[in-house]
């Protein structure tokens, strides 16, 4: 039996309607693609279905959507974080009565908190749930890297059971993979660099490209196979910004999505203007 939240999981994709409300019919859809297409875990709420801009109500129902749509046949990591420790924990105890199986939880951003700050924060999430916490370091959008050792220091903590790995440091995987419990689950959060992830013990990824190419995406990056030919990953080249929020994200979801549903709230950060960078 797989070991939940290894092979790849997808970051949802959140769609919404051209009133601003969420399309709960695409989102059932989405996730049915997705499960139909062997992908093995599904991620919704995280910064890929652009959670900073969901109510707590709206991230609720997603959760929701996915969990009855799902029916039990994959795990659901949904995402819970931000740099509030109590808001954070409402929020993850909400997620746990909608039915998801774990949490990915983003280091806080902005303030920059110490290891010790990052320690306590994440032990308090954990503390307040019996779900089992991934943690997820992206410094180059929260500002702050989780080092090797607090992650080690976390990985003590008996429901915290991965890193979702966006650092883009290989030499940091490497480290983590060297120093955890063998338990302890490392992902790729970064599509261009699933290869090298797992090829220092990384198993998965939580991937925004199978959002528009799932079964491929399954099929070249899935737990034990190191990059397969690497035909899916060619498509989507870290030049076309694969794996970032904004423009090149919204043309996974376009890709993904039915044709009357938004790929999202276009907020202004997010829209490009003439001659614009995807990346």
């Known amino acids: 039996m797989r070991t939940r939240f290894t092979g790849v999981g997808t970051a ?24 139909d297409a062997g992908i093995h875990f599904l991620s919704p709420c995280g910064t890929t279905g652009e959670a900073p801009t969901l109510s707590h109500a709206e991230k609720i129902r997603v959760v929701e959507l996915v969990v009855e749509e799902n029916a039990g046949r994959v795990p659901v990591l949904a995402g819970a974080g931000g740099y509030d420790t109590r808001e954070t924990i409402a929020l993850v105890r909400d997620m746990e009565k909608a039915g998801a199986d774990g949490i990915l939880s983003v280091t806080p951003y902005y303030n920059k908190p110490t290891p010790e700050g990052l320690y306590q924060h994440y032990k308090a999430i954990a ?6 916490i991934i ?51 490392l992902l790729s959060g970064d599509d261009p660099l699933t290869v090298a992830a797992m090829a220092v013990g990384g198993r998965g990824v939580i991937s ?33 910004g694969s ?13 993904a999505e039915p ?14 203007g003439p001659g614009s960078s995807r990346s």
């Open 135 to 185: 943690l997820y370091n992206v410094p180059g959008r929260t500002g702050v890297n989780v080092d090797v050792a607090t992650i080690v220091r976390l990985s003590g903590v008996p429901n915290i059971a991965g890193v979702k790995e966006a650092s883009g440091n290989v030499v940091q995987m490497c480290e983590i993979y060297a120093a955890v419990p063998a338990e302890f689950i």
């Open 243 to 255: 794996s970032e929020p904004g423009g090149a994200r919204q043309d996974h979801a376009r890709a």
């Open 12 to 35: 949802l994709v959140t769609p919404f309607r051209n009133d601003g409300s969420i399309d709960e019919i695409a989102v059932r859809r989405l996730a049915r693609r997705q499960i």
């Open 208 to 240: 925004v490209a199978s959002n528009a190419a799932p079964a491929e995406i399954q099929s070249d990056s899935g737990e034990g196979r190191h990059g397969g030919d690497g035909a899916a990953r060619r498509g989507l080249s870290p030049a076309d």
């Open 127 to 132: 503390e307040s749930t019996a779900l089992p």
């Open 259 to 272: 044709q009357d549903a938004r790929s999202g709230r276009e907020s202004m950060t997010l829209r490009r």
